[in-house]
Nanobody
């Protein structure tokens, strides 16, 4: 079991920045990758960014060059630095941890609201 707690969301003006944090606890040594997803009203949840144990990162095209995912070496903390925010970035952002053994198990945080508005 992995528990995830997000923080750092809020209201920001277009062009502003926010840093989301995700604190993991439990069986963190088994985590293979972590990521940030988001879900806007009326839309499906989408992967925003992910990072593997080897530090390989992946981003959805709409955030490339603006968002950066990072983590500490022990999988205790994962961050999402979001710069040049746009109104279309408004969504609930969820932290995800994935454990792959014989099956794939995903763990989710409770989500944190990010609102980009003037």
């Amino acid at each position: 079991q992995v528990q995830l707690v997000e923080s750092g969301g809020g209201l920001v003006q277009p062009g502003g920045s926010l840093r989301l944090s995700c604190e993991a606890s439990g069986s963190i040594s088994r985590i293979g990758s972590m990521g940030w997803y988001r879900q806007a009203p009326g839309k499906q949840r989408e992967l925003v960014a992910s990072i593997t144990g080897g530090g390989v990162t992946n981003y959805v095209d709409s955030v490339k060059g603006r968002f950066t995912i990072s983590r500490d070496n022990a999988w205790k903390m994962v961050y999402l630095q979001m710069n040049s925010l746009k109104p279309e970035d408004t969504a609930v952002y969820y932290c995800n941890a994935r454990i792959i053994s014989r099956t794939t198990t995903d763990y989710w945080g409770q989500g944190t609201q990010v609102t980009v508005s003037s």
